[in-house]
T-cell receptor, first 113, second 113 residues
Framework: DAGVIQSPRHEVTEMGQEVTLRCKPISGHDYLFWYRQTMMRGLELLIYFNNNVPIDDSGMPEDRFSAKMPNASFSTLKIQPSEPRDSAVYFC???????????FGPGTRLTVL | GEDVEQSLFLSVREGDSSVINCTYTDSSSTYLYWYKQEPGAGLQLLTYIFSNMDMKQDQRLTVLLNKKDKHLSLRIADTQTGDSAIYFCAATNYGGSQGNLIFGKGTKLSVKP
């Protein structure tokens, strides 16, 4: 999917557990975005990075959420502790910043029981 | 801030034309996008239009932009069952924050044979 690998594709966990979602974008991008999609709230931007530096994390719902980008080809989104309301599909996307177009990965479907 | 609105559902018959509408609020939006999401997949960029254009055609897809009314539409000619998906409109203001790609909630297109 558009040069983005996300893992795992599906994750089922119990409330209180730590969850780590991974994203490997293609090289040569400028921006890396994390989104969450639910039926109720639609697509929400959680955080984005520019050249591996977090630029805007105002969409991160709580301190339980954290994201890192240690290098240009890898990013993680961590939820600790997880709660049932975190159940959603989480997308990673990359952008070149030229026309602001973004290219999405296939997503990780997270279910917190 | 920017707000993007779309109708939630559209149903058409195979072979007919589909028109998906979108309105946005920020008149300074410079790039507008249409994304397609098939079940279980990420968002796929279909096409985009610059604010200095009124129309863009790409095979079966025609994008119309009315800047005065802040209205964007996507027309799919000869709609096929494979076009059944959720279509997202998105807007951004190039030159501002590169993260502010604002998505609508998506229009679910159902194509009946």
């Amino acid at each position: 999917d558009a040069g983005v690998i996300q893992s795992p594709r599906h994750e089922v966990t119990e409330m209180g557990q730590e969850v780590t979602l991974r994203c490997k974008p293609i090289s040569g991008h400028d921006y890396l975005f994390w989104y969450r999609q639910t039926m109720m709230r639609g697509l929400e931007l959680l955080i984005y990075f520019n050249n591996n530096v977090p630029i805007d994390d105002s969409g991160m719902p709580e301190d339980r959420f954290s994201a890192k980008m240690p290098n240009a080809s890898f990013s993680t989104l961590k939820i600790q502790p997880s709660e049932p309301r975190d159940s959603a599909v989480y997308f990673c996307a990359w952008g070149r910043g030229l026309y602001n177009e973004q290219f999405f990965g296939p997503g990780t479907r997270l279910t917190v029981l | 801030g920017e707000d993007v609105e779309q109708s939630l559902f559209l149903s058409v018959r195979e072979g007919d034309s589909s028109v998906i509408n979108c309105t946005y609020t920020d008149s300074s939006s410079t790039y507008l996008y249409w994304y397609k999401q098939e079940p279980g997949a990420g968002l796929q960029l279909l096409t985009y239009i610059f604010s200095n254009m009124d129309m863009k055609q790409d095979q079966r897809l025609t994008v119309l932009l009315n800047k005065k009314d802040k209205h964007l539409s996507l027309r799919i000619a000869d709609t096929q069952t494979g076009d059944s998906a959720i279509y997202f409109c998105a807007a951004t203001n190039y030159g501002g924050s590169q993260g502010n790609l604002i998505f609508g909630k998506g229009t679910k297109l159902s194509v009946k044979p």
